[in-house]
């Protein structure tokens, strides 16, 4: 194959890529596949090495390495402290490598959902369409592109019809491109001048065209410049910026009181290593040191349990802001509705006809009273011809390729007797949603037309006559047409209007201002069948707090009815043009009340979304054309269609549906909600027990000049709190995310947005649960270790170690008390099986295994600063189980009846 460029005529390029208008052959294709590689840009992935290593790049870590660096260098001046030197150290591995484990597992689930967001296009080959991987194409291939396409390899074009292409992505140039077919001249032109080709990674923000494939993957123009580009950060959501400010605040705040507590230690006459050891404990003791690791985790799982339910996230951020949501937009063709249009009903020559379906949809009858024969017709015929003519679809056996309007269009003509054998095609201008019309210039046996079919009201706009029932033209009577279309719309039919007009043979190109002085064909009115999950997902966010509203393309009647259908409020609809104009403010109150919005195009839809916000909502917004995407980037979550969507409104979104299905968007934001909960459990646990043990060493250090005994140890030594630190927080708090979702998540009204974690209800969980869980060790450690203090004097060092011992064990049965009502935010621990949470029940065996190293195994006493207590201990130790959970039972229970 030789190499092509912008200079060569097409029948060049053709020769030099050994291809054909058919396009290849899929065996050839297959061979070009293996010899060229797969079209795809394979990002530098950072290293591994490099990723653990970021993990100790991290406050909390060098802290604790300076600590153990002052631990060291305090061993070296003789004092005992070589122990806590290696166990910090330990630690501090230990946490990288969970870190980077947690981390490794989140980015893997990830990419896993972005490999389910492949890019798909339509590729010709043997002179058939195929709707396939855009990874699989190759140089020489063929494919069609339509207005919000991202062109998936380099390519040059062959036809174009109005084709312009956004090229921003490249060049930086923010206007779209005209593209062309022919050769260009001129040296060394740069991609941006390069007219006729298309360059991968850019959109398609008009027309239609065919192409050619001259590059694919990394010898693309972008794959060039791509090659050394970094795979995309994991963006962080606005909880967890939240969570890591609190954690930045709190290392500050615990550094601060660390410091006044090594003076005041000194203040008091300890020794410096004494004080330091209180500091480092209390620093050690309050950081929750695998919290970060643990959120992202928690949003990745409910990333991809969503992708389980059809919703794909494409940012974290989503899955925590779609549990807020108070408003989905919808559209309402495909997402509401099933999208599988049947024409029912016609117009013409002032007739109404009804459209009857055999046993296919391409077999039928048209009926006034009784079935009548088209050709008898002739005003009848010729709007089933409109309907052909005016078409990018192709029919099939049972349904056909390309745009489900214009399917139905090709069924009922195709009923009608309509074949399409006699007629080329010389121009299109395509379908636009903001134009709601379509129109070709076309050449039949009887000369060269302008065919348009569009909204009914923009078509009629055009005419100045109409046909009559002999197909002979006549004087318009626009109202009455009106008046048809508005019966047909309050029937709930999607419902197009068609025109025409002879030109001469010279007329050669078509233009919005050549529409004009048209004669009206007629109306044709279809069906799309609401969805049935749709209903009910509609009544499930009714009593979720959610306001579900459709904003439409569709005429405003079709919307109400269809709204109506689904038991979406419609007394009333409101039109695109009643909002052009209107100030901010009375749009503000209109999008309280209306919940139905047609005729609408897409800027309308981002006036609604920012109106809607700015009432501080949080709106979740479908889309799927080309111009949706600002409309999408300013929701709080952008939702595109994973179906019919284009590419440009996929990557504008947040949120891809699998489905198009406006139930599968309930299913995410439940699962949203059940995130949004696991994160307020995690947090809501895990920091009351950091609390917990700070509170155990401020308390010792504070009564260290009254009470000998906290003179002389503290209740914890720093080892065993960084042991209580990491695992038992990670055994014990992973499982409760793990937790089955709770029943009514849909039950109760929406979140509000600005609900932070750190809340009252927060700061009362932390005092309450930290003394519950902190006081029973306290207890333990002064009950049994008094005696081995007399006048200041240590008497018993064993019993001393003995009793920290039993204390560590406590306050790991008070974590347990605490972890298994936990589970639920608000439900009572006894209104769940203790067994339903398998995860738990293993987290706590292993919490409870693993413990025995430290404790129980003599190589290991030394190093933990523990030693075997008396059997007849454990009843006070498994007595700390209770007063957590009868604390945590009491305040969810006082919290509930508070409201
Ligand atoms: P939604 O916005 O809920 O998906 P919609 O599909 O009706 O609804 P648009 O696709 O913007 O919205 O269509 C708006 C109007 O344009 C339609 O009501 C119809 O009258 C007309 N229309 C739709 N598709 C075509 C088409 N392929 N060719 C010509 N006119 C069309």
């Known amino acids: 194959m030789k190499a092509v460029d912008y200079s060569q005529d097409l029948d060049t390029v053709f020769a030099h890529l050994e291809t054909s208008a058919e396009g290849l052959s899929a065996a050839e294709a297959a061979e070009r596949l293996a010899r060229f ?91 058939t369409e195929h709707r396939l991987p855009a990874r699989e194409l190759v140089p020489g291939d063929l494919v069609a592109l339509e207005a919000g396409d991202k062109i998936p390899a380099d390519v040059r074009f062959v036809r174009v019809s109005n084709l312009h292409v956004d090229e921003s992505s490249l060049t930086g140039e923010s206007v779209p491109v005209q593209k062309i077919t022919g050769a260009l001249a001129g040296q060394d032109l740069v991609p941006g001048d390069q007219r006729n080709t298309g360059f991968s990674g850019t959109y398609v923000s008009q027309g239609t065209a065919t192409a050619v494939v001259i590059a694919t993957g990394h010898q693309t123009v972008f794959g060039q410049i791509a090659g050394m580009v970094k795979s995309a950060q994991v963006k962080i959501t ?119 379906t055999g046993a296919t949809p391409l077999e039928g009858e048209f009926s006034l009273e009784a079935p009548v024969d088209v050709t008898g017709h002739p005003a009848l015929s010729t709007l089933l011809t409109a309907g052909s003519y005016c078409n990018n679809a192709h029919l099939s056996g049972d349904g056909g390729t390309g745009d489900p309007t214009e399917i139905a269009l090709r069924q009922s003509g195709h009923k009608g007797g309509v074949r399409l054998e006699q007629i080329r095609r010389v121009e299109e201008i395509p379908f636009d949603s903001s134009t709601k019309y379509m129109a070709v210039l076309v050449d039949t046996d009887q000369g060269r037309q302008v065919w348009v079919k569009g909204a009914p009201e923009v078509v009629l706009g055009m005419c100045d006559q109409s046909l009559d029932a002999q197909g002979q033209p006549t004087s318009l009577d626009s109202a009455r047409v009106a008046g048809q279309a508005t019966a047909f719309a309050s029937n709930a039919l999607r419902t197009l209007g068609f025109a025409m007009k002879s030109v001469s043979l010279d007329h050669a190109d078509l233009r919005h201002e050549d529409l004009s002085g048209l004669v009206f064909v007629g109306l044709q009115g279809m069906i799309d069948p609401p969805r049935a999950a749709a209903k009910d997902a509609v009544a499930i966010c009714k009593e979720a707090g959610i306001r579900t509203m459709m904003i439409t393309g569709d005429h405003p009647d079709t919307a109400r009815a269809v709204a109506h259908l689904l038991g979406i409020e419609a007394s009333r609809a409101v039109t695109g043009a009643e909002l052009t104009g209107m100030n901010e403010a009375d749009l503000r109150t209109l999008v309280e009340t209306v919940s139905v919005f047609a005729r609408v195009a897409p800027e309308h839809k981002k006036a609604i979304a920012q109106a809607l916000q700015a009432n501080r909502h949080v709106v979740a917004m479908t889309g799927d054309g080309v111009n949706d995407a600002p409309a999408l980037k300013a929701a709080d979550i952008g939702i595109a269609m994973g179906r019919s969507g284009t590419e440009v409104a996929r990557e504008a979104a947040d949120m891809v549906l699998q489905d198009d299905n406006f139930a599968t968007i309930v299913a995410a934001v439940e699962e949203g909600r059940h995130a949004w909960n696991n994160v307020q459990k995690a947090i809501l646990y895990t920091l009351p027990t950091n609390a917990a043990q700070a509170f155990l060493i401020l308390g010792a250090v504070l009564l260290a000049a009254q009470v000998p005994l906290f003179g002389v140890r503290f209740v914890l030594e720093p080892v065993q709190i960084l042991w209580i630190n990491l695992l038992d927080s990670v055994l014990l708090t992973m499982p409760l995310v793990m937790e089955r979702k709770e029943r009514d998540l849909l039950k109760a009204p929406p979140r509000a947005a600005d609900e932070g974690i750190i809340n009252a209800r927060f700061v009362q969980r932390l005092l309450i649960m930290g003394l519950a869980i902190s006081l029973p060790g306290f207890a333990l450690y002064y009950y049994f270790g008094a005696p081995a203090v007399v006048g200041g004097q240590r008497v018993d060092a064993l019993l001393l170690t003995q009793a920290q011992t039993a204390a560590f064990w406590g306050i790991l049965l008070a974590h347990i008390g605490y972890v298994v009502s936990a589970r639920s935010l608000k439900q009572s621990a006894f209104s769940f099986s203790p067994f339903s949470n398998p995860w738990l029940l293993g987290g706590i065996a292993i919490s409870i295994g693993i413990r025995l190293i430290p404790t129980a195994i003599p190589a290991a006493n030394e190093l933990f600063r523990t030693a075997p207590f008396p059997l007849a201990w454990w009843p006070y130790i498994l007595a700390c189980f209770f007063p957590s959970f009868i604390a945590i039972e009491f305040l969810k229970r006082w919290e509930k009846r508070k409201g």
């Not at 100790?56 to 153990?68: E, K, N, Q």
């Open 238 to 356: 606005p909880m967890q910026r939240k969570l890591n400010e609190f954690v930045r605040s709190l290392i500050i705040a615990i550094l601060a009181v660390g410091t006044v507590s090594f003076f005041y230690t000194l203040y008091l006459g300890f020794s410096i290593s004494y004080g330091f050891l209180g500091a480092v404990s209390l620093v050690v003791a309050s950081i929750p040191e695998m919290l970060p690791a643990l959120m992202t985790s928690i949003l990745a799982l409910s990333g991809v349990v969503m992708a389980r339910r059809k919703a794909l996230i494409r940012h974290l951020p989503a899955a925590e802001t779609l549990g807020a949501t108070t408003v989905i937009c919808s559209d309402k063709t495909g997402t509401l509705t099933e999208n599988r249009m049947t024409v029912t009903r016609v117009y013409a020559g002032d007739r109404v006809y009804d459209v009857s």
């Open 37 to 127: 590689g797969a079209n795809e840009i394979t990002f530098r992935k950072t290293p591994a090495w490099r990723r653990l290593l970021a993990q100790f790049y991290d406050p909390m870590v060098i802290i604790l390495l300076v600590t153990a660096g002052i631990t060291t260098t305090l061993t070296l001046l003789g004092e005992h402290m070589l122990p806590d030197t290696l166990v910090i150290i330990g630690v501090v591995v230990l946490n990288a490598l969970l870190g980077f484990v947690q981390e490794g597992k989140a980015e893997g689930a990830l990419d896993a959902l972005r490999t389910l967001l492949v890019q798909e296009c339509l590729i010709i080959r043997a002179g």
